[in-house]
């Protein structure tokens, strides 16, 4: 039996779902004898998106960095990335998902010589419009280990030329967040009402389609039931702009808050009736707890909801596609609707992904795959 081996592994983050989804992982790979270097890279800066859940969630980072304001922000990234391989040395990089660290951390990588794992490799929206979807394409062009949350997502990979040897279908890292904290799925008698978020440029930053938004909002509190609204700071800061917060605040039947602490929108999640949003991982925890979901947006890289007819697209880009969502919203609100979706099995994972990673990590076998080479056609031979 071949021994073991224990890797030194850099593992950036920048967002709050990056954190809830690393935690448990970088503790998986710690316990199986992995160093791990952890490490802020700054792209949220209030403390309820970042210092706080990194606290709660026991992911404090070895390295602390922050970023500008306003433009060259990804540029900073890039930059950071760059000093902090060339202080301390790693055998690879693991990164999860799609925000700008991503592509920063992989460009750095590839610049230093040391390969890259992607773990939420897969994902596709096929929308030419999304950066997360050009940050993610950009990380599969780099990565030498791919780390797919299901079968489908392996299969885009496969569908891009991605060589089988170095696609895992590991799972999703947040179903073993959710399977620490230890949070049930609300019995259905037990749930109420709607949890409302929305963050995405796409939704917040277009003013119309940001009083859609505030419309649907609205009327969900009317029709199907008491609205919880955590606003995210982006979202917070476009209200204000476009005079659009005192009419949500005085709205019959919504609730704003601030940023929930994670076990706190976890509860809240458990006890809704439906989720509302335009987040990617509120798809994956809404379909752990069983409760529906209205996406508002007109594609995503979480197709296996879509398929199970637990998630609805419906996007805010017309005011059809508002009513659209409306309507979804009330129909998977109903009795015969929340029964079938609490029954359904959750299509992303079952709790392992940190511990298959950090298998995957330590076996010898695994090595050539990280070995960066170069090919060599000088006999005349042709790669096609």
Partial sequence: MMTAVSRRVLVPFGTRPEVIKLAPVVRALRAAGHAVTTVDTGQHATPAMAADVQAALGLEPDVR??????????????????????????????????????????????????????????????NQRSVEESNRRLAAAVAQLHLAPTVRAAAFLAAEGIAAERVFVVGNPVIDALRERAVDPAPLGERTGVLVTAHRAGNVDDPARLRRLVDLVTALAARVGPV???????????????????????????????????????????????????????????????????????????????????????????????????????????PDEQARIAALPCPYGDGTTGARVAALLADPATTPLLTLTEPDYTDGRLPW
């Fill in 65 to 126: 960095l922050r970023l500008p304001e306003g433009v060259g922000r990804l540029g900073a990234l890039v930059a950071d990335a760059a000093r902090v391989l060339d202080a301390h040395p790693v055998d690879l990089v693991l990164a999860l998902g799609d925000t700008h660290t991503v592509p920063a951390y992989a460009l750095a990588a590839r610049a230093a010589g040391l390969p890259l794992a992607h773990l939420e490799a897969g994902l596709r929206s096929f």
């Fill in 228 to 334: 919880l609204f955590p606003v995210h700071p982006r979202t917070a800061a476009r209200l204000r702009e476009h005079g659009l917060s005192g009419r949500l605040a005085g709205a019959p039947g919504v609730t704003l808050r601030e940023p929930l602490p994670y076990p706190e929108l976890l509860t809240a999640l458990a006890h809704a009736r439906l989720a509302v949003t335009d987040s990617g991982g509120l798809q994956e925890e809404a379909a752990y707890f069983g409760v529906p979901v209205v996406v508002l947006r007109r594609s995503t890289p979480r197709w296996e909801g879509v398929e199970l007819g637990s998630t609805v697209l419906t996007g805010l880009t017309t005011d059809e596609e508002a009513d659209r969502a409306l309507a979804a919203a009330r129909r998977l609100a109903r």
